[in-house]
Nanobody, 121 residues
Framework: QVELVESGGGLVQAGGSLRLSCAAS????????MGWSRQAPGKEREFVAS????????GYADAVKGRFTISRDNAKNTVYLQMNSLKPEDTAVYYC??????????????WGQGTQVTVSS
């Protein structure tokens, strides 16, 4: 079992910055990727960014490329999302996720509780 706890959301003006954190606890040794998704009111949850746990490969949604940066601190089991040049359309609940793979190859996904990001125009 893996627990994920996000923090760092809030209200910011357009053009501003925020940094989200996601701390993982529990059985973190089998994690192979972590990332962020978001869900705006009335919309489906969408992928934002991901980072592999060992190789540090990263991926971003087109909507955030060049503005958001995902990083991790393995020693702290924490993933960060640095969000710059924020736009009102970035307003959403941001969810951290993690995926683990056990010795048999079975994968399991986990979600955090979400943190609200509101960007005012």
């Amino acid at each position: 079992q893996v627990e994920l706890v996000e923090s760092g959301g809030g209200l910011v003006q357009a053009g501003g910055s925020l940094r989200l954190s996601c701390a993982a606890s529990g059985r973190t040794s089998n994690l192979y990727t972590m990332g962020w998704s978001r869900q705006a009111p009335g919309k489906e949850r969408e992928f934002v960014a991901s980072i592999s746990w060992n190789v540090r490969n990263t991926g971003y949604a087109d909507a955030v490329k060049g503005r958001f940066t995902i990083s991790r601190d393995n020693a702290k089991n924490t993933v960060y999302l640095q969000m710059n040049s924020l736009k009102p359309e970035d307003t959403a609940v941001y969810y951290c996720y993690g995926r683990e793979r056990d010795d048999s190859g079975t994968t399991t996904g986990y979600w955090g509780q979400g943190t609200q990001v509101t960007v005012s125009s």
